[in-house]
């Protein structure tokens, strides 16, 4: 595979030279940034990341800051999600849409304040999609990109490493809520969240000049919990059934499809509603599902098609083989003909046909 | 360097395969998809480019496709640059602001019907500004990314090239012009442009399928010309002053600051119009120059800071060495106090010091 060409507008993160040093050996770019893919093997990090404790530069999740007297006023516009029902610390799994439905990202809302909410995105510059928005309606709101990147701290052994840097409250934290707590001195928000399934915190790093010291911090006081640099793994975030914007669903695609309808409660005229109101009548025509093929497979780079009966029936976005289950799990969008829990198929991949069974649901 | 992780996120192009057989060695991700940056070297990429002509994979400057009875009323709101003087076959490069004037991107327009553009965009999802605008205002107008992936054939043997796939008639075409040509039996939008200054055309490939049939008809019909598999070459650009979007500006940058000032002609009342009033008036109070670096430098990751007395007086976006002139050629944003020809500072690279001077302008 060849490597990636150096330049500014692949942007470095305020982690890069920790995660050099921890020799990483495969990088993405996720929203104009390094985001790292490999360290040891996506075998061995799996591992790791399962027993241990794990210490991820995801400061590519960049944050869309909207602040203002507005601010509201757009999150409810671009939010399916009911964000009167939003607590003053949550964070909020938002599947933002087009006017026809058709999803353009999946960011983390965070409200820091009635008038103030970051969005972390998934790759995708929705900051656009407000922006544009808010200029067209004259909406009196801020909306930057500020300088905060995600510093991820996950596996089982999370909240006993966090303890030790930011004390007992962490402890505290409820899922997908937030604390304000101190690191040399500044306040920082800090999510009981993560892409994976071993628990864990994320960490917004406010100030760039906080990252290296914050990192040095976590890995001084880890040593004897078997810290280790990671990234998101392709194979654990499979297994868990986490979807991946841009790999499992794209803009052809409604939060109904990638079964996130229950996110679509808003009472609001927010942006697609009048769209989605069918899907939410009577559900997608296709959806989202854990699948298992067999044999042997290749990295998956593009949508392979699923066949039944030498007729497309849907898709796979991520595919890969799991070590612990041992068999190769995916994640594909199938039509409704199909979708039952047990129904087989095959998926046509740059290698050949392989079968392709739909599970009753993700490993995890 | 590490290298890319392959998924479907990052999209592979319909070319990728000749990109492939053709052995390149590095990539960058841009706009969600690959694109080749280096194939033997640098050195020998230019050198070739210079003297014979190259097919250049860049599928990844991505359509948006603005359709419908509103398609001008948007542009006109989004173009700091006058619609109504483009003519019908006329390629419009167009720096597009924020309401503060700041730079989202500076694709170029294509003018396919009075009611049908396309913008070619530089690295960034301009599709979602366009989007929020023409939903916030109820536009109708049809916002889509189509099937679409511009290949380039660059080189002052481009022409003969051209001539040999497309016809006679390319050789007509003028510099941002574009002809509708016939490539097996399909009409494609071709046009004189691209990303160097040797010469050249960007063919918009419309449909994937037709990908691998032009490429390879392109080599066969120029194997006596030294025909090569290239790419946007990082020593041509910067010597020939081709700005970069995330690279040499950014949404910090006014197109006034970018030397673009003379694409901010329109007489409508677009988006960022006010805001650029005063540097309209005044000129702006730094600017896009061509620098020579003295000493050896790394590969330019980061904006490099300009000093002058220990102050910072701008920054440096791109920086290599040139082989053809014998100096590090480098872009730079430089405050008007330092930004006349001749004028001496020193750039703080992460290998160290270094001495700056300005230029009158770019090598070519």
């Not at 406010?206 to 040095?216: D, R, V």
């Not at 880890?222 to 975030?237: F, K, Q, S, T």
């Not at 998956?300 to 612990?324: M, N, T």
């Amino acid at each position: 595979m060849a490597s990636i060409f150096p330049s500014r507008r692949v942007r470095r993160t305020p982690f890069s030279a920790g995660v050099e040093a921890a020799g990483v050996k495969g990088y993405t770019v996720y929203n104009h940034m390094l985001l790292p893919t490999v360290f040891d093997s996506l075998q061995a990090d799996c591992a790791h990341l399962k027993e241990h404790v794990q210490v991820w530069d995801v400061a590519c999740e960049r944050q869309v800051s909207i602040q203002g007297p507005d601010a509201l006023r757009l999150m409810k516009l671009i939010s399916p999600r009911d964000m009167d029902r939003m607590a003053d610390d949550q964070c909020y799994y938002v599947p933002t849409v087009d006017h026809r439905g058709g999803m353009l990202n999946d960011p983390v809302a965070v409200k820091l304040a009635a008038d103030h909410y970051w969005l972390s995105l998934a790759d995708g510059d929705l900051l656009q999609f407000g922006l544009g928005i808010a200029i067209a309606r004259g909406f009196d709101v801020e909306i930057v990109e500020p300088d905060v990147s995600p510093l991820a701290v996950q596996g089982p052994r999370a909240d006993d490493l966090m303890a030790r840097v930011f004390g007992e409250a962490v402890r505290d934290i409820r899922f997908f809520r937030y604390k304000r707590l101190a690191f040399q001195g500044v306040e920082l928000v800090v999510a009981r969240s993560g892409w994976s399934k071993q628990g864990g915190f994320e960490i917004y790093v406010e100030g760039s000049e906080l990252g290296m010291p914050l990192w040095n911090a976590l890995f001084a006081a880890g040593a004897d919990l078997n810290v280790r640099a990671g990234c998101p793994n392709n194979i654990e975030r499979v297994e868990s059934g986490l979807l991946s914007y841009g790999n499992d669903m794209t803009r052809e695609n409604t939060p109904y499809e990638c079964g996130l309808g229950k996110f679509c409660n808003s009472p609001e005229d927010y942006i697609g509603k009048a769209a989605l109101a069918e899907q939410a009548k009577n559900g997608p025509a296709r959806q989202i599902r854990a699948l298992v093929i067999g044999g042997e497979i290749p990295p998956c780079q593009d949508a392979w098609p699923l066949l039944a009966d030498g007729r497309q029936v849907g898709q796979v976005g991520s595919a890969i083989h799991s070590p612990e289950f041992g068999v190769n799990v995916a994640i594909g969008m199938v039509d409704r003909s199909h979708w039952a829990p047990g129904t087989g198929m095959e998926v046509e991949t740059p290698d050949g046909m392989r079968p392709v069974t739909v599970r009753e649901g993700f490993w995890r």
